[in-house]
């Protein structure tokens, strides 16, 4: 066969000039949600990105709209769907803030035990996937395996693993088994032995670390400028977390150090959120002493709180309490209110619109990876095709949260 | 915490803040749609206020009012740990006109918020760099969280076919009825909002 360059000058060989279009997603083993990457390339360095999101869009602020307050708990779960506990105890806050209720004490300890699990499957399932997608199989399935842990006490207590919907406007829907405590306090030592074990295969692996450091680097002010929260923020060096600078629940009363990165690469995301995940162990340690054994667990609020059973098969009162708040829907003062949570990815804000109805008028949330996600495309841009895999692993970007 | 900031405000442009409150705690401005930028620009430029991250932007649509919609936006002050939430009335009752300028340039976070409101609300920003549609396909029709969009609406990107596209008796055809999707409406908007 002929040699196709054999009349052709060397000018006419150089690789074309105009950059090659690349389509990464929305459907992509290395993607963690449905997203697509629109790239233009120059050989292998991305020169623009363009980050389009919306596949796993559900309408979840339209379907608020058209239950009762309680009715929005299941769809809370959906949004961030590795920590669920943590949407339905910021959603939970939001309507008591409007309703002007504070839930007993044993009520705040438990919420608190049970959003820090979802913490710290959050952070491991981040931590493993991201991993895994740089060949690193085993720490993903170590990783896993500490979920199961945590996962199997959100069982025990909630009777669901993944999506609970166990929040409730003034209290849970029931009171804390009678083996929360033990299994706590034997899952956190086994879960952080694991968590070790993998910082240990991952953090003296060259390739690991090669991939993740000085990649993806985004600075302080840059971060806030973008919304940026949670730990992605935190790995540039600012120490913004909600449960310090705005406490909630019992988050002022325990002891807590909030983990903070350097220079916001990569390598800060993956540290902050192991960091954190001892921070949480400490702190369900703290919330397991400090809980106590009996007491109340929903307010005493007939305005809200479902009568207890029994009393509504045999008294009329009861049962028309219960009528009235399945069918009309706990009544929540007219007005407008923005609570915030520190969630598995950053600040978790409801704005809610009440027109003083069963139903809500407007249910907005605030998700955290939203504006995480924007800031991608500035961290890729001029870095190779290769650093798409571990920057986007370290966003941590759910799909259902920052969809919808 | 930061009734400062809206006594503040207030001096500093006098008519334009329309209303104020703290209500639950939250403390509110509503100013008029014009001085929307400026007021931004102030809030983030003034070392007194320092409001250096935008924490959401959305908006909020009450079909029984005049201006119909509004933009809320939340501020956050990361120095001084203080919020804001500021607020523009929009737009008539057919929800023309619901425009104001961007303030993606002075918080660069606020850009996908605008484009998610352009698109599910149907509010459009003067100015701003990349206005398109983000969590919906290019395709769709009308914003979905207008209060007058129903929700159980569908919107096929191919159409249905009918009979004789399709050549063989279909066991169903377009429209389809209410028992479709989940049924949607407990009530219908604007007859009886307010009481039970």
């Known amino acids: 066969m002929e040699p196709i360059d054999l009349d052709l000058d060397e000018n006419e060989l150089e690789l074309p000039s105009e950059p090659m279009h690349l389509n990464m997603g929305p459907s992509h083993p290395a993607m963690h949600g449905t997203v697509r990457i629109v790239l233009e390339l120059s050989g292998e360095t991305i020169v623009k990105s363009d980050v389009q999101i919306g596949y796993l869009h559900r309408g979840f602020e339209k379907m608020c709209e058209r239950g009762t307050w309680t009715q929005v708990f299941p769809y809370v779960d959906r949004l961030n ?56 199989f085993t720490p993903f399935l170590w990783y896993i395996k500490a979920r199961e842990m945590v996962w199997d006490i959100l069982e025990e207590e909630t009777g669901a693993r993944l999506t609970h919907s166990f929040g409730r406007i003034g209290g849970m829907a029931n009171p804390p088994t009678p083996a929360l405590k033990s299994m706590c306090r034997e899952a956190i030592p086994a879960i952080l032995k694991i968590v070790e074990e993998g910082e240990g295969m991952l953090l003296k692996n ?28 935190r790995s540039t060096g600012v120490a913004y977390d909600v449960r310090k600078a705005h406490p909630y629940l019992k988050y002022d009363e325990v002891d807590f150090d909030v983990p903070v990165g350097t220079c916001g690469d990569n390598m800060d995301r993956f540290l902050v959120r192991l960091g954190e995940i001892r921070q949480s162990c400490r702190i369900i340690l703290q919330a397991c002493d400090r809980m106590a054994d009996e007491g109340p667990v929903n307010v005493d609020d007939p305005r809200v709180i479902l009568p207890p059973k029994q009393d509504v098969y045999t008294t009329i009162e009861a049962t028309i309490q219960h009528f009235k708040l399945v069918m009309e829907g706990a009544k929540v003062p007219k007005g407008e209110v923005y ?37 991608l495309s500035d961290l890729i841009n001029g870095a190779m095709l290769s650093d798409i895999v571990p920057t986007f692993g370290s966003l941590n970007m759910i799909g259902g949260e920052c969809d919808h | 915490m930061s009734v400062r900031v809206l006594e503040a405000l207030k001096e500093k442009f006098g008519d334009a803040v329309v209303e104020t409150h703290s209500q639950f705690g939250d403390d509110t401005a509503v100013v008029r749609a014009d001085k929307w930028k400026e007021v931004c620009r102030f809030l983030r430029d003034d070392p007194a206020m320092s409001f250096d991250m935008s924490v959401d932007l959305c908006g909020v649509d009450y079909p029984d009012r005049e201006p119909r919609f509004e933009v809320v936006l939340h501020l956050y002050s990361v120095a001084k740990r203080h919020r804001l939430r500021l607020k523009a009335r929009i737009g008539d009752a057919e929800g023309e006109g619901a425009e104001i300028d961007t303030v993606a340039d002075i918080w660069i976070g606020v850009n996908w918020f605008e484009r998610e409101t352009y698109d599910l609300m149907g509010i459009s920003f003067k100015g701003h760099p990349d206005l398109r549609r983000i969590l919906m396909y290019p395709e769709f029709e009308g914003h979905p969280l207008r209060k007058d969009y129903p929700a159980n609406k569908t919107q096929p990107l191919v159409p249905y076919r009918t009979e004789e596209e399709a050549g063989v008796t279909l066991e169903k055809q377009a429209p389809f009825g209410l028992d479709e999707g989940m049924p949607f409406g407990r009530r219908a908007w604007g007859t009886d909002r307010g009481e039970s």
């Open chain 1, 81 to 136: 769907y590795v920590s669920p506990m943590l949407n339905n105890v910021g959603y939970a806050l939001a309507v008591e803030k409007m309703c002007d209720i504070e839930v007993p004490e044993r009520c705040q300890w438990y919420r608190m035990i049970l959003g820090e699990l979802a913490r710290i499957s959050d952070h491991l399932t981040c931590n493993g996937a991201m991993a895994m997608e740089l060949g690193a």
């Open chain 1, 206 to 233: 060259r390739i690991f670390i090669d991939r993740l450091e000085n990649i993806g680097k985004i600075s302080g002010p840059d971060a806030i400028a973008l919304s940026w929260t949670g730990p992605c923020l």
């Open chain 1, 339 to 375: 609570s915030y949570t520190e969630g598995g990815n950053g600040e978790l804000g409801y704005y809610l619109v009440s027109d003083g109805s069963g139903t809500p008028h407007r249910v907005r949330i605030r998700p955290p990876c939203f504006p995480i996600t924007q800031g």
